[in-house]
């Protein structure tokens, strides 16, 4: 099977601009999970999509917002981009309902000038 | 205070030490407690999940968690360089909640 994949792997951007981050699950795993891991906070959990509703969120922003297709591929959004969000943004999936097996991709790094 | 504590390092051993990499928490409500290994540029992998109180081994890896101290050990034994990686301690309150990750543990392990 496939692992996680993330588009695109680097990413530069703007202050100002918007950015979308694509995710694709594990094949039959209907739990994704997104994460911003900086070295400063480490890894800090934004929001849980199960099914293509939203069940968890993180302490984070409206900037951040994300939403899952019925094939359970995922998407995140940041708008309005500031330079304390560049970071490493992790995707995770799970065939279980639960969160505790998580699978994570190699990330994609956004660079905001 | 954060709710999970970790000692950054770096941490450096020779290869066949016994490493001891260990996480303490604040929420006494946690009962799920996962390590993580994660290598330079790619992401975090399981290495070890446990549930409450106790210890788990799995070849060279042992996972202990003490609930009344609110501290989790990962013992390596016998180390190689290939166990050369950030190590994240996890926890979580039910199967249902997002994970809280420590900061993570820098490891090398020299030959």
């Known amino acids: 099977k496939a692992g996680v994949t993330q588009t695109p792997r680097y990413l530069i951007k703007t202050r100002g601009q918007q950015v979308t981050l694509s995710c694709s699950p594990i094949?039959?795993?209907?739990?994704v999970s997104w994460y911003q891991q900086t070295p400063g906070q480490g890894l800090q959990f934004l929001f849980e999509?199960?099914?293509?509703?939203?069940?968890n969120k993180g302490n984070f922003p409206g900037r951040f917002s994300g939403r899952q297709f019925s094939n359970s591929r995922s998407e995140m959004n940041v708008s309005t981009l500031e330079l304390g969000d560049s970071a490493l943004y992790l995707c995770a999936s799970s065939d279980r309902p639960d969160l505790n097996e998580q699978f994570f991709g190699p990330g994609t790094r956004l660079t905001v000038l | 205070q954060k709710e999970v504590e970790q000692d950054p390092g770096p941490l450096s051993v020779p290869e066949g030490a016994i490493v001891s990499l260990n996480c303490t928490y604040s929420n006494s409500a946690f009962q799920y407690f996962m390590w993580y290994r994660q290598y330079s540029r790619k992401g975090p992998e399981l290495l070890m999940y446990t549930y409450s109180s106790g210890n788990k081994e799995d070849g060279r890896f042992t996972a202990q968690v003490d609930k009344s101290s609110k501290y989790i050990s990962l013992f390596i034994r016998d180390s190689q360089p290939s166990d050369s990686a950030t190590y994240l301690c996890?926890?979580?309150?039910?199967?249902?909640?997002?994970?809280?990750f420590g900061k993570g543990t820098r490891l090398s392990v020299i030959a």
């Open positions: 094949s039959g795993h209907r739990s």
């Open positions: 996890a926890m979580s309150v039910t199967g249902n909640t997002p994970l809280v």
């Open positions: 999509y199960f099914s293509e509703t939203q069940r």
